[in-house]
């Protein structure tokens, strides 16, 4: 009896070969970012003068800071796992008491209003003045620093991951520079 196994071979209708599942990448790790702390005095001259360098950048006409900006200062602040990525909060980021509102737990700028890092539709949030600083030299801020050449070993730093990110990614976070509140009165005739 012959054998039947090439029988097949050249039919086209043979169903291809199911093809191997392409095995999950795996998370990237992330290491803790410590901010180097310099002597208290200094740290506080340091503190005064970047806040007031922010709010000089402010101007008189409420100057702020571009969309593009603001979508790396969001990334590097809030991570983007609510846009399907995998990079966390910044570990200095904390919950304002106020409900759904956030600030910088590493500059000492403490919860208050000015220091949200984001703002309602009509007000002026932290994460919009043109020069604005980070502790951890994160994109998107005036003193931002590209990362070290270890930076890439992991665990990785999340300054790191975002410098690797294609531009789409980081266009998906939504944002707004806000406008400042409308004068509404009316000039008088
Ligand atoms: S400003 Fe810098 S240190 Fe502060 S929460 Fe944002 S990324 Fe973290």
């Known amino acids: 009896m012959g054998c039947n196994c090439n029988k097949n071979k050249n039919n086209v ?20 970012d410590n901010i180097v702390k310099e002597g208290a005095l200094k740290e506080k001259l340091t503190m005064m003068q970047s806040f007031a360098s922010a709010i000089t950048s402010r101007g008189f ?6 969309i ?8 590097s602040c809030f991570g983007n796992k609510e846009q399907g ?3 966390p909060p910044c570990e200095h980021l904390k919950q304002s008491t106020t409900p759904g509102k956030f600030y910088c737990g590493g500059c000492g700028c403490g919860d208050r209003q000015g220091t ?20 951890l030299q994160m994109p998107g801020f ?12 992991p ?7 975002i410098e690797q990110l294609p531009y789409p990614e980081i ?4 944002v707004s520079t806000n406008e400042p509140p409308i004068n509404k009165e009316q000039p008088k005739k």
């Open 13 to 32: 209708n043979t169903p291809a070969p199911a093809q191997e599942p392409t095995p999950p990448q795996p998370e990237p790790t992330f290491r803790k």
């Open 61 to 66: 006409n409420n100057e702020k800071v571009t």
């Open 68 to 75: 593009p900006m603001k979508q790396l200062r969001v990334i």
């Open 85 to 87: 990525g995998v990079l």
């Open 116 to 135: 949200w890092l984001l703002a309602d539709d009509t007000q002026y949030g932290k994460l919009d003045y043109p020069r604005l600083n980070c502790p």
């Open 142 to 153: 005036s003193n931002y620093e590209k990362s070290k050449p270890d930076e890439s070993e």
């Open 155 to 161: 665990p990785i730093t999340r300054r790191f991951y």
């Open 171 to 174: 266009e998906k976070i939504k």
